[in-house]
């Protein structure tokens, strides 16, 4: 199963990637973890992304789409991957089309999670993590037992910064101006399931599943 992720900043793709990995058997390819191996393993091109990193910059589309081609290539690959915050623009988009061309890979499905902007802001602004052990709780949605109290190491839950109305409208805005397009492109291509991400988590993968079918 070869599949691209999309969805706006807290559409619960993070959820539902994890689903699927354990429901597909398939390796989960995210563009930060990608950054982050190679800046840990000092290759080339992860020495190249830190510099742009480093100065705040966004990591250049070329740049990008090497080092997620390079992992594409990679043996767990072969039999199926799913593609999470890449592509981000038409251009990465164009790159990983010539790139499965080349290699005669066929795409099975881009799934397109969609969520209303105003239920994304309560979504994040809910958010709670917790430091120390990373587990994520939302206020609302999925609380934790205790108040404020983690419930796997009963550590504090504290808000990240950018969790708040305005830093997430501007992110919803970023996506919807770069990454908006490329469900006009996999529609013309015949790829796309578009899946109501309003709904309880386990409906969402439930539409999933079956938009994989």
């Known amino acids: 199963m070869k599949i691209i992720l999309l969805g706006p900043p807290g559409a619960g793709k993070g959820t539902q990637a994890a689903n699927i990995v354990e429901k597909y058997n398939v390796p989960h390819i995210s563009t930060g973890d990608i950054f982050r191996k190679n800046i840990k393993e000092g290759t080339e091109l992860g020495k190249k992304a830190q510099e742009y990193i480093n100065q705040g910059k966004l990591v250049p589309d070329e740049l990008t789409c090497g080092l997620v081609a390079s992992r594409l290539s990679e043996p767990d690959c072969k039999d199926g991957f799913m593609l999470d915050g890449f592509p981000r623009n038409i251009f990465q ?37 917790c430091k120390t052990c990373g587990a994520t709780y939302h206020v609302q949605f999925n609380p934790s037992k205790k ?7 009963d550590s504090a839950l504290t808000q990240r910064p ?25 529609t013309k291509k015949g790829v796309i399931a578009n899946i109501n991400g309003n709904q309880d988590i386990s409906k969402v993968f439930e539409d999933i599943k079956a938009a994989l079918a």
Do not use: Q, W
Request: charged fraction near 35%.
């Open 93 to 129: 988009a164009e790159y990983l089309d010539k790139y499965l061309s080349e290699n005669n890979v066929a795409l099975d499905k881009v799934i397109n999670i969609e969520v209303d902007s105003k239920l994304l802001i309560d979504r994040a602004c809910g958010r709670r993590i």
């Open 147 to 153: 108040e404020g109290i983690c419930d796997v190491c």
């Open 162 to 186: 950018d969790d708040n109305e305005e830093t997430v409208s501007h992110r919803i805005e970023i996506y919807l101006s770069e990454t908006k397009p490329l469900v006009d492109y996999y």
